[in-house]
């Protein structure tokens, strides 16, 4: 305590002085980190020698993880802030080096994004919840990707967990409408296939929430702040990119054993679809090309240049003409 009252003397004092001075923020914010140990452990020590009766609620007593950390070590966790900024903003102050390297794991990834948009534009997403969802799940791992270069709406780790549970939710109830699919379908190959791509999405979908909790390191080595994140970054992306690739197969394999469904017993025998696989329609384009107001005038421009020829002067040339 005494330390930190120093410390806070200290900080109180530079921040009033009409010049503001600078202050050690470690040495603060590990004084700060010593008295909220110390509670911590007094609270624990508190609640072990309570009896049951005691306690009023489980929720009381909290099992709480003890991680071993350096002195010049802090890693963000969930709404954690560190110098004052968020875990986004952490992570756009990453060495060039390791930008570099995101930079090319988002690249692939945005290929992978791009099959996936050409496949859903095909589709018309009225009556096809497959499409939605994958529209879904895809706008959140751009969402995602982005947070890893210190961009998008994301800004702590705790944003990208719940991220990570939204995509999950969305795979479940993809799953669930392409199982009803399979289902239908009498192909046993497209029925297999169609199975083992939703086992693909189940099993990202696991991994991505694994990876969301991305954390980056700031160490404080000589007075200065050097942050590192690359791997939690890249298996992140990783991640996203392999459930891109298994959302693009799944939609896929269901638009292939729907229509083996409607090969076999004919339009007719279905009662209720799952989904409806409608081709989007194309842009509305007029029958006529409309000339634009500067090509006519441009038309009549060149025109009125053209070298004029009186009557009498083209008769004359007829007569030469006539006269051969």
Not at 176 to 184: E, F
Not at 250 to 263: E, L, N
Not at 283 to 300: A, G, I, M, N, S
């Amino acid at each position: 305590m005494p330390r930190f009252a120093e410390q806070v003397e200290v900080a109180i004092e530079a921040l009033s002085a009409n010049v503001p001075q600078p202050f050690e923020e470690n040495e603060f914010i590990d004084a700060s980190r010593l008295v909220y140990d110390g509670v911590r452990d007094i609270r624990k020590a508190v609640l072990m020698i309570r009896t049951p009766e005691e306690l009023e609620d489980d929720s009381d007593f909290e099992q709480e993880d003890y991680d071993v950390r350096s002195r010049t070590s802090v890693q963000t966790e969930d709404d954690q802030l560190i110098a004052g900024q968020s875990a986004r903003a952490i992570m756009a102050q990453l060495p060039q080096e390791e930008k570099a390297k995101i930079a090319e794991q988002v690249e692939i990834f945005h290929q992978e994004k791009s099959k996936l948009d050409a496949e859903v534009a095909k589709w018309d997403d009225s009556g096809n919840d497959i499409i939605v969802l994958a529209k879904q799940m895809c706008m959140i791992m751009m969402e995602m990707t982005d947070f890893t270069r210190g961009k998008g709406p994301l800004k702590n780790t705790s944003d990208v967990i719940n991220a990570a549970k939204k995509i999950a939710e969305a795979g479940s109830r993809m799953d669930k409408l392409a199982r009803a699919v399979a289902d239908q379908c009498p192909d046993s190959a497209c029925k297999q296939d169609l199975l083992a791509y939703l086992q693909r999405i189940a099993l990202y979908c696991h991994q991505l929430n694994i990876c969301s909790k991305v954390k980056a390191e700031v160490q404080n080595l000589g007075g200065e702040l050097i942050v590192s994140g690359l791997d939690s970054a890249t298996s992140l992306i990783q991640a996203a990119k392999n459930l891109m690739n298994a959302v693009v197969l799944t939609v896929k394999a269901s638009y292939v054993a729907s229509t083996k469904y409607q090969k076999v017993y004919g339009t007719a025998a279905v009662n209720s679809p799952v989904v409806s696989w409608k081709m989007k329609a194309p842009e509305k384009k007029p029958l006529v090309k409309r000339e634009k107001p500067e090509e006519f005038q441009t038309r009549v421009r060149r025109g009125s240049q053209k070298k004029h020829i009186s009557p009498v002067q083209a008769l004359s040339e007829f007569k030469a003409m006539d006269s051969f």
